[in-house]
């Protein structure tokens, strides 16, 4: 009996002696891949013996909902790829931890406005007008233009794609209190309402629309995976509206302080060198850029901005007004 | 007043099956409500402009594509009823669309057929045309099915009958078959406007969030906006909605017509040309949905790589092809033999209220329901797969009801009686008796349930589980959005083959019916 007994409980207890600590990391699906082959992340899950538990989701906004479901018993230690709203959604909801990395120093002074007590930027982006040029002779140059122009336009949900989101505060930084008009006007040339930024371009690459609502990178990964100019960008002359992402702590009773070496990791030279080429953003702090993005990374001289305390005030009725103008 | 309520609820859970069935699905609803329901903010949303417009399109959409698909479909189904050749069977066989074709497969086939020069002059893909289109496809032959099913039961002695008074074909049509067929037409339109009602896919792939539906928003609003409490307010509405239209919904009356000779009536030959569009219709979508499978987006051709690639370990290590295809696998068995189980218990302790409740549950909400679920593992942190086999357990039983339960109407009860008299016990009955003569039943509905749930899309998506636990048409789902469109193609015309190998199969076991 005492044998059945202790060959039962042998593997409970080799279960317990090798378990390793597990860190569980909650990032958009654009990440996944990515975060989880990274050498400088295996090694580590190597280093520290634990094993990281990477959740993918389709798009930041799923992510955010995922943790207020979870608020009374979080299951993230790190949570990657908050865009601006979600961050402070998620703060303004007890959801995320005060932490200041030491890595902080590393970021770049053009970044550094964006920090925040309670999360840490991992990389940045600017918006722009992704369009094929073999169909679009003469790309919009303004948001009016855009409007009543002659080309459809695919575009994120800004409910849920933090790409959707910017667009909208793009034009809200842009056109100030005339941005329902854009879109009122706008409505007739959108072609498709993509829920995230993968669907979308998905959509363009089929030839849904001539141009997509995007990042000002698009022609930089054109010429690097194709080795040719496929597609263009163009900044819209309003000005360039730059959209930020965020990782953070989970606030949990005790957090973990290998979520705090995991948020600090993402910001050492070894993973922030592989933002530009592998999510096409740019890189927080101040690593080189690849010679791709010299030649074929435009940038718009007038910076457009909204500050936090607009977005913590504004955007839920901003989203809410664009619902009612655009959808029905 | 309490008296009342506790005899009626005595009463409707007389049935410990039917008891069990309710608290799988109310648990979770349950609990989710209790941690989320605010009631001022459940009326605000109900009197909300947008909430009223958004049920109205669905309503609308809903019934329009109930209208069309009826439109198409009524001919066909006078076809089938009074001829008996090819063409009958194939028209027949478009059954497996609704209830077994993945619709993640055929979104994408409509996707790439809107790419199509003449669509895009159309301006075909994202718009309600596409939506109706879609529903339509799917939607119709459940109208050739039940319709066809009634007016080719009825007695040949009817007609005859007929003829003697001197009746015209027209007049008899018209007269007699037509009111014969009208409940089954009535059970048809209603089963329809459901599917339509609370369809995601088509909505959310082919129409795009522009198209807000309540079933779009519930996902929408529970995965972006997270307000859990309007979210539960339209999944109430929705089930609101559909239940007072299951109400309406006819209960099978049991009677067989004993068929001693089939009607043949004469077709006119519209009849047959329109017969023959709706076949090339409906196939087309399926056999388009295949050869795609083979079809290289880049160089304009086609070629097996993609779907060599599907098991690539290359492709494998970025998109768990191989393992979600066994993930799908296990999980539908296992799901579709407890649904299988939970159903023959139903029936056998059926009541009055059985049908209702069963079929009511078709209004709940998938994305609402996945969610809900997904509570469960947060707050208890009960694994997800058990989760996710209580969602799919849902989501098949009124369907593996309605397949199986006309089947034990006829059931001769008199075996059954003859064994209960000699003293056999419930078990002996079952082993000895319904077992033999039912197995060929139990084995094809198993397998057509395990179809259904190997081709779900909106449970696994909403629940947004796909790290922890990918299934087959999510894995296809990311790989569409993943640019990897040909990979995407592959592995769908690849689950259609399966999913059409096996219902097949399940048609095969089914004709060796032992009674």
Not at chain 1, 205 to 216: I, K
Not at chain 2, 88 to 100: A, D, E, G, M, Y
Request: net charge positive.
């Amino acid at each position: 009996m005492k044998k059945y007994f202790v060959i039962l409980l042998l593997p409970i207890f080799s279960l317990l002696l090798f378990s390793q600590e597990r860190l569980t990391v909650y990032m958009p699906s654009n990440y996944y891949a990515w975060i989880k082959s990274l050498p400088t992340t295996i090694e580590f899950e190597k280093e520290n013996h634990i094993t990281i538990h990477f959740v993918s989701f389709d798009g930041s906004g799923k992510i955010l909902s995922r943790l207020m479901l979870e608020k009374s018993n979080p299951k993230a230690d790190v949570v990657m790829g908050l865009s601006q709203v979600s961050v402070i959604q998620a703060n303004q909801n007890g959801l995320l931890c005060p932490y200041s990395s030491p890595n902080s120093k590393l970021i770049s002074e053009t970044m550094k406005p964006y920090i925040l007590t309670y999360a840490t930027p991992f990389d940045f982006g600017n918006l722009a007008i992704l369009y094929n040029p073999t169909k679009v002779k003469n790309p919009p140059k303004t948001f009016q233009e855009l409007a009543q122009g002659p080309y459809s336009f695919i575009m994120c949900d800004p409910r849920t794609s933090s790409t959707g989101e910017d667009f909208l505060l793009w034009s809200i930084a842009a056109l100030g209190d005339n941005w329902p008009t854009f879109w009122k006007e706008a409505k007739k040339n959108i072609r498709y309402i993509a829920p995230s930024w993968d669907s979308a371009f998905a959509q363009f690459e089929l030839g849904t629309a001539p141009m997509m609502v995007s990042y000002a990178s698009d022609e930089a990964y054109s010429y690097y995976a194709y080795n040719t100019i496929r597609y263009k960008v163009i900044i819209l002359s309003e000005g360039s509206y730059q959209e930020v992402e965020y990782n953070a702590l989970i606030n949990k009773k005790n957090p973990s302080p290998l979520a705090k070496a995991f948020i600090d990791l993402m910001l050492s030279q070894s993973v922030q060198s592989t933002v530009a080429t592998n999510n096409w953003m740019m890189p927080a702090t101040s690593v080189p850029l690849p010679d791709v993005y010299k030649k074929y990374y435009p940038i718009s001289k007038r910076k457009l901005f909204l500050s936090q305390e607009q977005l913590e005030h504004s955007i839920n009725s901003w989203i809410s007004q664009w619902q009612s103008i655009t959808l029905w | 007043m309490a008296i009342h309520y506790t005899l009626v609820g005595g009463h409707v859970f007389k049935s410990k099956s039917l008891l069990l069935f309710f608290l799988i699905w109310a648990i979770p609803i349950g609990v989710f409500a209790i941690h989320f329901c605010n009631f001022s903010n459940f009326i605000s949303t109900l009197i909300n402009e947008a909430t009223l417009k958004m049920t109205l399109f669905t309503l609308y959409q809903a019934g329009l594509s109930t209208l069309i698909a009826l439109g198409i479909a009524i001919l066909p189904a006078i076809y089938v009823s009074f001829n008996q050749n090819f063409l009958t069977k194939l028209l027949k066989s478009t059954l497996f669309i609704p209830f077994f074709f993945p619709v993640i497969s055929a979104t994408t086939t409509f996707i790439l057929i809107g790419h199509f020069p003449i669509f895009q002059n159309l301006n075909f893909l994202f718009s309600l045309k596409a939506i109706i289109v879609a529903n339509v496809f799917f939607n119709a032959p459940i109208f050739i099915y039940y319709i066809g099913e009634t007016l080719s039961k009825t007695p040949r002695t009817l007609q005859d009958l007929a003829h003697i008074d001197g009746t015209t074909q027209t007049l008899f049509f018209r007269k007699i078959l037509l009111p014969l067929a009208t409940p089954s037409l009535f059970r048809a339109a209603i089963l329809c406007f459901a599917y339509s009602f609370t369809n995601f896919a088509i909505i959310l792939n082919l129409g795009g969030l522009k198209f807000s539906t309540l079933e779009v928003s519930i996902a929408t609003t529970l995965l972006a906006s997270y307000n859990f409490s309007t979210a539960f307010t339209y999944g109430i509405l929705q089930l609101f909605i559909l239940s007072l239209i299951f109400l309406l919904l006819p209960k099978p009356n049991g009677i067989e017509l004993e068929l001693e000779q089939k009607i043949m009536l004469k077709t006119p030959l519209y009849i047959w040309v329109v017969s023959i569009i709706f076949c090339i219709f409906e196939f087309s979508i399926v056999v388009l949905s295949l050869l795609l499978a083979f079809f290289n987006f880049y160089t304009n051709s086609f070629s097996i790589m993609p779907l060599l690639s599907l098991f690539s370990s290359n492709l494998n290590s970025q998109y768990p092809v191989i393992l979600s295809f066994i993930i799908s696998l296990v999980l539908s068995f296992i799901a579709a033999l407890l649904v299988i189980v939970l159903v023959y218990f139903l029936i056998k302790t059926r009541n009055r209220y059985t049908h209702f409740l069963l079929f009511s549950t078709l209004g709940i909400s998938n994305a609402f329901l996945s969610i809900c679920l997904i509570y469960l593992n947060v707050l208890y942190s009960i694994p997800v797969s058990p989760l996710l086999l209580m969602g799919y357990i849902i989501i098949a039983t009124p369907i593996a009801y309605a397949f199986l339960s006309p089947h034990f109407e006829t059931f001769p009860q008199n075996i059954i009686e003859s064994a209960s008299l000699s003293g056999a016990s419930r078990w002996q009955t079952f082993f000895y008796i319904e077992w033999p003569l039912l197995k060929p039943l139990f084995m094809s509905t198993l397998l057509q349930i395990f179809t259904i749930i190997f081709g779900e899309f909106t449970l696994t998506y909403t629940m947004q589980i796909y790290s922890e636990l990918p299934t087959l048409p999510i894995t296809g789902y990311i790989l569409s959005s993943g640019h990897n469109l040909s990979g995407a193609s592959a592995l769908s015309g690849l689950s259609i083959i399966f999913i059409v190998c096996v219902y097949f199969i399940s048609l095969h076991i089914s004709n060796r019916k032992n009674y």
